[in-house]
C-alpha cells in the first residue's frame, strides 16, 4: 500500500516529466470487487473476534500459568513439528520433483492425503499405526519403551502429519520451477548429486522452502483435532492452545474468544518477522 | 586395440531417441579445438551432454587419453563444460562460483579460493570476484563460467555455443580473449555453436554436423572453400551446386550447366560467391558469358552497403549487388532478370 | 469424527438391540394403555385443537442420548404418522451456546443441570427444565479388566494410564467431584475433549481405564468392561429436558418430550444403561 502511495506521488510531482516511468493504470472491476470481498470475508471474523473480546478479563487470563504453558507448548511443538517436516519433508519433495518411479503420481496424491483428511480422523489413524497398541507403535513400545500417545512428542508426531504436506507441496512446485540444469553444472564441477543438492539447489529454492515452512508452521500451531486425539490433553504436556481454547470454549466462551487473541497475536507476530526475514529477497 | 593408447578424445557418441538419432564420431588431439558446427536440432547440444556424462550414451565409446569414461557418472569425469547461459549459481559470489569445482575436487575452503582467485585473475576478473552473477555483465560472466570451468583442470573442455549470449559488440572482445584462453588450454576443448565466424575464429577444426551425423570434417579454411551441403555453402556464404563433370563443364542434376575452369571428371561440386553474380534487366548482347541464366527475383535483403537479391529460376542462386546497382536495376520482387557468373570466379572440386 | 465412526459400529450393534426393545415395547404398549393415555392427556390439555400431529421438530440433545433417541424418534414417527423428527447430537455446551445464539431447535436435551441452565439464563426455555433420566459414572477398562481395577482408587496405580474428561465438560466435573469426595488425587494421562473421546482411548487400548457414563461403556459393548464404584454414587448426573421458547413446532416437540418421559421412553433409556430420575 505505501509503495503504490509513494510511486503515485513521484509520479504526481514528475507529470508529464521524462523520468515519469510508471502509469497508474485502473484496477479492473472484475477483479477488485471479488478481492475486497474476499478480503472482508476473511477479516470480518477476526474483527468480530476483537470487538466482542473481553478486554477486562484479559490482563487476569494472560497471567494465569495454564494459559503461558499451553502457549509456550504450541510454540515448542509448532517449531518441532515445523523441524520435522523440514528434515523429512525436503528431500521427499525432492524425489517427487526430480526422480522417476512407478506410481509417482500416486505417491504424490497419497502424500496430500493428510490436508483432505479430517485432522480427528488423521489422529485416529495416528493412534491405529503410533499408538501403544498400532500397527508399529507396539513395536516402539515393547522394543524401546517408546509410547507416543499422551506426550508432548507426540503433539509433534500429530501436529508433523498434518503440517507437512504443506511443506512438500510447496518445496516441490519450487524444485519443479527451478531449473535443473544448474544441478547438472554442478556435477560437472565434481559434485556428487547430495553436494549439488546440498550446496547448489537448496539455496535456489531457499524462499520456496522458507513459505513452506511458514505454512507448516502455521499449520501446526493452529492444529486442533490430530493433537487432541493422538496425544490428548494435558495441561503442560499436551495441551496447546488450540486445545485450551477448545476446552474454555465448553464453559467460558470469554475466556475462549481472549486466548484465541493470544494465539492470533503471537503467530501474527511471529509470521511478520519471519517475512520481513526470509522473504525480503524473494 | 593394436595401436598404442592414444592421448586426447577417441569417441563415437550413440544416442538414440524416439524422434532423433546421434551417431557421431569425434576424435581429438590434446590442445586441438574443434568446433561442432550444425543447424539447430542436428545434434550438437545432445552430443556435448554425452560427453559431459549428462546423457547416457545409447552405445558406442568414450575414450580420454586413453581411459574409458562411459559409464563413469559427470562428476568423476576428467570434464570442464561451459554452458550456454553460463549458469552460474547465483546465490554465490564470482569467486565461489569458480572454487565450486576445486572445493568438490577436494580442496580446503581456503585453498580453493585461492586457486579461484588466480583463475579470475587470469581472466581479468580481480576485481568482480566479490560480485555475484546477476551484477555481472554477460561478457564477464562468460569469463567466469569458463573460469569456473578451467579450475578443474579438466582434460576436456566443452562449450556450449559460448557467445550466443552476448550482443553483436561485447561478442567481438569476449571472441577474441576466448580465442587467447583456448590457444593457452593444453587439453582437448570441444566447442558447440552454430555461428560460423565463431566456429572458424576459435577452432582448429570444425566438424559439421546435420540430423545427427558428421556431413564434412575439416579445416576451416577447407570447409569454406569447399562446402559439402546446402547448409554449409549458405553458412559461408556460398552458391553451391552438385553435378557431373566433363571437363570444363559441370552438368547439375536438375537444370543448366556450369563451366568452370577446372578441368574434372565424375560427380563434382560447383561454389560460387553470390558477389560474381551480375544481373541484367534485358539479356546482355554480346555476352561471353556462357553462365547465363534467366533468373526472377524472389527476395531482396540488406546486407550493410549491399543487398542479397535472392533469386528463382533456371538456376537458383544468390546475388550480392551494391544498393545503387540495385536501385539502377529497379529490383523488386517478381522482376524477371538475367544473371551471369564469369568460369573464373566459380571453384568446381570432386564430390 | 472418530466419535461418529465408532458410533456407527454401535449404531449397528444398537439397532439389533432396540429391535428386541421395541418388539417388547409394543406388547408392552398395548397392555398397559395407562401410560399412553397419560402422554395422551398432556398434550391434548397444552394444545386445545389439534388431535392429529404433523410436522417437523428439530431436537438438540446430548451427544449420549444418541442411541436412545434415535430409537425414540422411530417409535414417534410411527405413533404420529406425518411427523418427522430431527437430532442434532453434540456437546451439551455447544448445543446451548448455539440455542443462546438463535438456533432453530424446539427441544433441548442436556447432559447437565448446568448446561441447561445456560439456556433458561437466557429465557430460551418454555417449559422449566425437568429430568429425565440421571447418568451414573463408571470405570470403563479393558476387556476382562486384566489390571484388576475394583474401585476408583485404584486408578491412582502409577503404572496405569487412566483418561479422564476435561473438567470443563459434565463427565469430567462429575468425575472430579467423585474424587474430591473419596479425597483421591489422580493425575491422569490426558483431560479428553468428551466422554467419547475418553472411551475411545480404552477401546483403542491407549489407556487402561477411563472414567465415562454408564450409558458409554453399555454402548461401547465388549469393547470395555464396566466396574462401578461405589464413590460414583456422590457425581450422578441429571439429564433435563426443556420445551424451547422459540420453537417452531411446539405441539409435535410437547408431545416428544411425554414419550422421552413416558414409561415407554424410559424402558428405551435404561436399555442404554440410564438410571430413572
Same mark, same amino acid.
Given at each position: 500500500?505505501?509503495?503504490?502511495?509513494?510511486?503515485?506521488?513521484?509520479?504526481?510531482?514528475?507529470?508529464?516529466?521524462?523520468?515519469?516511468?510508471?502509469?497508474?493504470?485502473?484496477?479492473?472491476?472484475?477483479?477488485?470487487?471479488?478481492?475486497?470481498?474476499?478480503?472482508?470475508?476473511?477479516?470480518?471474523?477476526?474483527?468480530?473476534?476483537?470487538?466482542?473480546?473481553?478486554?477486562?478479563?484479559?490482563?487476569?487470563?494472560?497471567?494465569?500459568?495454564?494459559?503461558?504453558?499451553?502457549?509456550?507448548?504450541?510454540?515448542?511443538?509448532?517449531?518441532?513439528?515445523?523441524?520435522?517436516?523440514?528434515?523429512?519433508?525436503?528431500?521427499?519433495?525432492?524425489?517427487?520433483?526430480?526422480?522417476?518411479?512407478?506410481?509417482?503420481?500416486?505417491?504424490?496424491?497419497?502424500?496430500?492425503?493428510?490436508?483432505?483428511?479430517?485432522?480427528?480422523?488423521?489422529?485416529?489413524?495416528?493412534?491405529?499405526?503410533?499408538?501403544?497398541?498400532?500397527?508399529?507403535?507396539?513395536?516402539?513400545?515393547?522394543?524401546?519403551?517408546?509410547?507416543?500417545?499422551?506426550?508432548?512428542?507426540?503433539?509433534?508426531?500429530?501436529?508433523?502429519?498434518?503440517?507437512?504436506?504443506?511443506?512438500?507441496?510447496?518445496?516441490?512446485?519450487?524444485?519443479?520451477?527451478?531449473?535443473?540444469?544448474?544441478?547438472?553444472?554442478?556435477?560437472?564441477?565434481?559434485?556428487?548429486?547430495?553436494?549439488?543438492?546440498?550446496?547448489?539447489?537448496?539455496?535456489?529454492?531457499?524462499?520456496?522452502?522458507?513459505?513452506?515452512?511458514?505454512?507448516?508452521?502455521?499449520?501446526?500451531?493452529?492444529?486442533?483435532?490430530?493433537?487432541?486425539?493422538?496425544?490428548?490433553?494435558?495441561?503442560?504436556?499436551?495441551?496447546?492452545?488450540?486445545?485450551?481454547?477448545?476446552?474454555?470454549?465448553?464453559?467460558?466462551?470469554?475466556?475462549?474468544?481472549?486466548?484465541?487473541?493470544?494465539?492470533?497475536?503471537?503467530?501474527?507476530?511471529?509470521?511478520?518477522?519471519?517475512?520481513?526475514?526470509?522473504?525480503?529477497?524473494? | 586395440?593394436?595401436?598404442?593408447?592414444?592421448?586426447?578424445?577417441?569417441?563415437?557418441?550413440?544416442?538414440?531417441?524416439?524422434?532423433?538419432?546421434?551417431?557421431?564420431?569425434?576424435?581429438?588431439?590434446?590442445?586441438?579445438?574443434?568446433?561442432?558446427?550444425?543447424?539447430?536440432?542436428?545434434?550438437?547440444?545432445?552430443?556435448?551432454?554425452?560427453?559431459?556424462?549428462?546423457?547416457?550414451?545409447?552405445?558406442?565409446?568414450?575414450?580420454?587419453?586413453?581411459?574409458?569414461?562411459?559409464?563413469?557418472?559427470?562428476?568423476?569425469?576428467?570434464?570442464?563444460?561451459?554452458?550456454?547461459?553460463?549458469?552460474?549459481?547465483?546465490?554465490?559470489?564470482?569467486?565461489?562460483?569458480?572454487?565450486?569445482?576445486?572445493?568438490?575436487?577436494?580442496?580446503?575452503?581456503?585453498?580453493?579460493?585461492?586457486?579461484?582467485?588466480?583463475?579470475?585473475?587470469?581472466?581479468?576478473?580481480?576485481?568482480?570476484?566479490?560480485?555475484?552473477?546477476?551484477?555481472?555483465?554477460?561478457?564477464?560472466?562468460?569469463?567466469?563460467?569458463?573460469?569456473?570451468?578451467?579450475?578443474?583442470?579438466?582434460?576436456? &573442455?566443452?562449450?556450449?555455443? +559460448? @557467445?550466443? #549470449?552476448?550482443?553483436?559488440?561485447? %561478442? *567481438?572482445? /569476449?571472441?577474441? $580473449?576466448? !580465442?587467447?584462453?583456448?590457444?593457452?588450454?593444453?587439453?582437448?576443448?570441444? &566447442?558447440?555453436?552454430?555461428? +560460423? @565466424?565463431? #566456429?572458424?575464429?576459435?577452432?582448429? %577444426? *570444425?566438424? /559439421?554436423?546435420? $540430423?545427427? !551425423?558428421?556431413?564434412?570434417?575439416?579445416?576451416?579454411?577447407?570447409?569454406?572453400?569447399?562446402?559439402?551441403?546446402?547448409?554449409? #555453402?549458405?553458412?559461408?556464404?556460398?552458391? *553451391?551446386?552438385?553435378?557431373?563433370?566433363?571437363?570444363?563443364?559441370?552438368?547439375?542434376?536438375?537444370?543448366?550447366?556450369?563451366?568452370?575452369?577446372?578441368?574434372?571428371?565424375?560427380?563434382?561440386?560447383?561454389?560460387?560467391?553470390?558477389?560474381?553474380?551480375?544481373?541484367?534487366?534485358?539479356?546482355?548482347?554480346?555476352?561471353?558469358?556462357?553462365?547465363?541464366?534467366?533468373?526472377?527475383?524472389?527476395?531482396?535483403?540488406?546486407?550493410?552497403?549491399?543487398?542479397?537479391?535472392?533469386?528463382?529460376?533456371?538456376?537458383?542462386?544468390?546475388?550480392?549487388?551494391?544498393?545503387?546497382?540495385?536501385?539502377?536495376?529497379?529490383?523488386?520482387?517478381?522482376?524477371?532478370?538475367?544473371?551471369?557468373?564469369?568460369?573464373?570466379?566459380?571453384?568446381?572440386?570432386?564430390? | 469424527?472418530?466419535?461418529?465412526?465408532?458410533?456407527?459400529?454401535?449404531?449397528?450393534?444398537?439397532?439389533?438391540?432396540?429391535?428386541?426393545?421395541?418388539?417388547?415395547?409394543?406388547?408392552?404398549?398395548?397392555?398397559?394403555?395407562?401410560?399412553?393415555?397419560?402422554?395422551?392427556?398432556?398434550?391434548?390439555?397444552?394444545?386445545?385443537?389439534?388431535?392429529?400431529?404433523?410436522?417437523?421438530?428439530?431436537?438438540?440433545?446430548?451427544?449420549?442420548?444418541?442411541?436412545?433417541?434415535?430409537?425414540?424418534?422411530?417409535?414417534?414417527?410411527?405413533?404420529?404418522?406425518?411427523?418427522?423428527?430431527?437430532?442434532?447430537?453434540?456437546?451439551?455446551?455447544?448445543?446451548?451456546?448455539?440455542?443462546?445464539?438463535?438456533?432453530?431447535?424446539?427441544?433441548?436435551?442436556?447432559?447437565?443441570?448446568?448446561?441447561?441452565?445456560?439456556?433458561?439464563?437466557?429465557?430460551?426455555?418454555?417449559?422449566?427444565?425437568?429430568?429425565?433420566?440421571?447418568?451414573?459414572?463408571?470405570?470403563?477398562?479393558?476387556?476382562?479388566?486384566?489390571?484388576?481395577?475394583?474401585?476408583?482408587?485404584?486408578?491412582?496405580?502409577?503404572?496405569?494410564?487412566?483418561?479422564?474428561?476435561?473438567?470443563?465438560?459434565?463427565?469430567?466435573?462429575?468425575?472430579?467431584?467423585?474424587?474430591?469426595?473419596?479425597?483421591?488425587?489422580?493425575?491422569?494421562?490426558?483431560?479428553?475433549?468428551?466422554?467419547?473421546?475418553?472411551?475411545?482411548?480404552?477401546?483403542?487400548?491407549?489407556?487402561?481405564?477411563?472414567?465415562?457414563?454408564?450409558?458409554?461403556?453399555?454402548?461401547?459393548?465388549?469393547?470395555?468392561?464396566?466396574?462401578?464404584?461405589?464413590?460414583?454414587?456422590?457425581?450422578?448426573?441429571?439429564?433435563?429436558?426443556?420445551?424451547?421458547?422459540?420453537?417452531?413446532?411446539?405441539?409435535?416437540?410437547?408431545?416428544?418430550?411425554?414419550?422421552?418421559?413416558?414409561?415407554?421412553?424410559?424402558?428405551?433409556?435404561?436399555?442404554?444403561?440410564?438410571?430413572?430420575?
Amino acid at each position: 500500500m505505501t509503495k503504490a502511495d509513494e510511486s503515485g506521488a513521484v509520479a504526481g510531482t514528475l507529470r508529464g516529466g521524462p523520468r515519469r516511468r510508471r502509469v497508474r493504470t485502473a484496477v479492473p472491476l472484475p477483479l477488485l470487487l471479488p478481492g475486497a470481498v474476499a478480503l472482508a470475508f476473511l477479516l470480518l471474523p477476526l474483527l468480530a473476534l476483537l470487538l466482542r473480546a473481553p478486554w477486562s478479563s484479559l490482563p487476569s487470563l494472560l497471567t494465569s500459568t495454564e494459559v503461558w504453558q499451553a502457549l509456550q507448548l504450541s510454540l515448542l511443538s509448532a517449531t518441532a513439528a515445523t523441524a520435522v517436516s523440514l528434515v523429512l519433508g525436503v528431500p521427499l519433495a525432492w524425489l517427487l520433483a526430480r526422480t522417476e518411479f512407478p506410481g509417482r503420481g500416486l505417491v504424490r496424491a497419497l502424500v496430500t492425503l493428510p490436508l483432505v483428511l479430517p485432522p480427528v480422523v488423521g489422529g485416529v489413524a495416528l493412534l491405529l499405526a503410533l499408538g501403544r497398541n498400532g500397527v508399529v507403535g507396539q513395536w516402539l513400545d515393547s522394543w524401546f519403551g517408546i509410547t507416543l500417545p499422551f506426550t508432548t512428542a507426540g503433539v509433534v508426531v500429530a501436529e508433523s502429519f498434518v503440517a507437512m504436506p504443506f511443506l512438500v507441496i510447496s518445496v516441490e512446485g519450487t524444485l519443479r520451477a527451478a531449473d535443473p540444469r544448474y544441478e547438472e553444472a554442478a556435477t560437472t564441477l565434481g559434485a556428487s548429486r547430495f553436494t549439488a543438492f546440498r550446496r547448489v539447489t537448496l539455496p535456489l529454492i531457499a524462499p520456496g522452502i522458507a513459505a513452506g515452512a511458514v505454512l507448516a508452521w502455521a499449520r501446526a500451531l493452529g492444529e486442533f483435532g490430530a493433537t487432541i486425539t493422538f496425544a490428548g490433553n494435558f495441561p503442560g504436556r499436551t495441551q496447546t492452545m488450540p486445545l485450551a481454547v477448545y476446552l474454555a470454549l465448553q464453559n467460558d466462551p470469554e475466556a475462549a474468544i481472549a486466548l484465541s487473541l493470544v494465539l492470533l497475536t503471537v503467530s501474527i507476530a511471529v509470521l511478520a518477522g519471519l517475512r520481513d526475514r526470509w522473504m525480503a529477497g524473494a | 586395440m593394436t595401436d598404442p593408447i592414444p592421448d586426447g578424445l577417441d569417441a563415437h557418441l550413440v544416442v538414440a531417441r524416439p524422434a532423433f538419432h546421434l551417431d557421431l564420431t569425434l576424435t581429438a588431439a590434446p590442445g586441438e579445438v574443434v568446433a561442432l558446427l550444425g543447424p539447430n536440432g542436428a545434434g550438437k547440444t545432445t552430443a556435448l551432454r554425452a560427453l559431459a556424462g549428462l546423457t547416457p550414451l545409447t552405445s558406442g565409446r568414450l575414450r580420454l587419453d586413453g581411459e574409458e569414461l562411459d559409464g563413469t557418472p559427470p562428476e568423476s569425469r576428467p570434464v570442464g563444460v561451459v554452458f550456454q547461459d553460463y549458469l552460474l549459481f547465483p546465490h554465490l559470489t564470482a569467486l565461489d562460483n569458480v572454487a565450486f569445482g576445486p572445493r568438490c575436487h577436494g580442496a580446503t575452503k581456503a585453498e580453493s579460493r585461492a586457486q579461484a582467485a588466480k583463475w579470475l585473475d587470469r581472466m581479468g576478473l580481480a576485481e568482480h570476484a566479490g560480485a555475484k552473477p546477476r551484477r555481472l555483465s554477460g561478457g564477464q560472466a562468460q569469463r567466469v563460467a569458463l573460469a569456473r570451468a578451467l579450475a578443474t583442470r579438466p582434460r576436456l &573442455l566443452l562449450l556450449d555455443e +559460448p @557467445l550466443a #549470449a552476448l550482443d553483436a559488440r561485447t %561478442r *567481438l572482445d /569476449v571472441r577474441s $580473449q576466448l !580465442r587467447r584462453h583456448l590457444a593457452e588450454f593444453e587439453a582437448v576443448a570441444i &566447442l558447440v555453436t552454430h555461428d +560460423p @565466424l565463431d #566456429a572458424m575464429v576459435l577452432a582448429d %577444426r *570444425l566438424v /559439421v554436423i546435420e $540430423q545427427g !551425423r558428421v556431413v564434412q570434417e575439416g579445416t576451416p579454411a577447407d570447409i569454406a572453400r569447399h562446402p559439402r551441403t546446402d547448409y554449409i #555453402a549458405h553458412l559461408v556464404g556460398l552458391n *553451391l551446386y552438385r553435378g557431373r563433370a566433363e571437363g570444363h563443364t559441370v552438368k547439375l542434376e536438375a537444370g543448366p550447366s556450369i563451366s568452370t575452369t577446372e578441368d574434372l571428371t565424375g560427380d563434382a561440386f560447383v561454389a560460387f560467391p553470390p558477389s560474381a553474380v551480375t544481373l541484367f534487366r534485358d539479356r546482355p548482347t554480346g555476352a561471353s558469358a556462357r553462365n547465363l541464366w534467366r533468373c526472377e527475383v524472389a527476395g531482396l535483403e540488406t546486407h550493410g552497403d549491399q543487398i542479397r537479391a535472392d533469386l528463382t529460376g533456371e538456376l537458383p542462386l544468390a546475388a550480392d549487388l551494391t544498393t545503387v546497382a540495385a536501385a539502377e536495376l529497379d529490383l523488386h520482387p517478381g522482376v524477371a532478370v538475367w544473371a551471369t557468373v564469369k568460369a573464373t570466379q566459380t571453384h568446381a572440386y570432386p564430390a | 469424527m472418530t466419535r461418529s465412526v465408532r458410533r456407527t459400529r454401535r449404531t449397528l450393534q444398537m439397532a439389533g438391540a432396540s429391535v428386541a426393545a421395541l418388539l417388547a415395547l409394543s406388547a408392552c404398549s398395548s397392555s398397559s394403555s395407562d401410560d399412553n393415555s397419560s402422554a395422551k392427556t398432556k398434550s391434548d390439555t397444552s394444545s386445545s385443537a389439534s388431535p392429529k400431529l404433523s410436522g417437523s421438530i428439530t431436537v438438540f440433545a446430548a451427544a449420549s442420548l444418541k442411541e436412545s433417541f434415535t430409537t425414540l424418534k422411530a417409535d414417534f414417527e410411527k405413533a404420529h404418522p406425518g411427523t418427522t423428527v430431527t437430532f442434532s447430537f453434540g456437546g451439551s455446551d455447544t448445543l446451548a451456546a448455539q440455542i443462546t445464539s438463535g438456533a432453530p431447535a424446539d427441544v433441548f436435551a442436556a447432559a447437565s443441570a448446568k448446561t441447561m441452565a445456560l439456556v433458561t439464563a437466557k429465557n430460551d426455555t418454555d417449559t422449566t427444565p425437568a429430568t429425565f433420566v440421571r447418568n451414573q459414572l463408571e470405570i470403563a477398562t479393558l476387556p476382562g479388566n486384566p489390571d484388576k481395577i475394583s474401585s476408583l482408587k485404584d486408578l491412582t496405580k502409577p503404572s496405569l494410564k487412566v483418561v479422564l474428561c476435561d473438567k470443563t465438560v459434565p463427565c469430567g466435573a462429575a468425575a472430579q467431584k467423585a474424587l474430591d469426595a473419596s479425597k483421591l488425587k489422580l493425575t491422569p494421562a490426558s483431560y479428553e475433549e468428551d466422554v467419547k473421546s475418553a472411551l475411545n482411548k480404552v477401546v483403542l487400548k491407549e489407556a487402561d481405564a477411563a472414567v465415562v457414563y454408564k450409558t458409554d461403556v453399555k454402548a461401547a459393548g465388549s469393547k470395555v468392561e464396566g466396574v462401578e464404584f461405589p464413590e460414583s454414587a456422590n457425581a450422578i448426573n441429571d439429564y433435563p429436558i426443556a420445551l424451547l421458547k422459540n420453537a417452531p413446532n411446539p405441539t409435535v416437540a410437547k408431545a416428544f418430550i411425554a414419550l422421552v418421559q413416558s414409561a415407554e421412553g424410559q424402558q428405551v433409556l435404561n436399555e442404554a444403561g440410564f438410571l430413572k430420575p
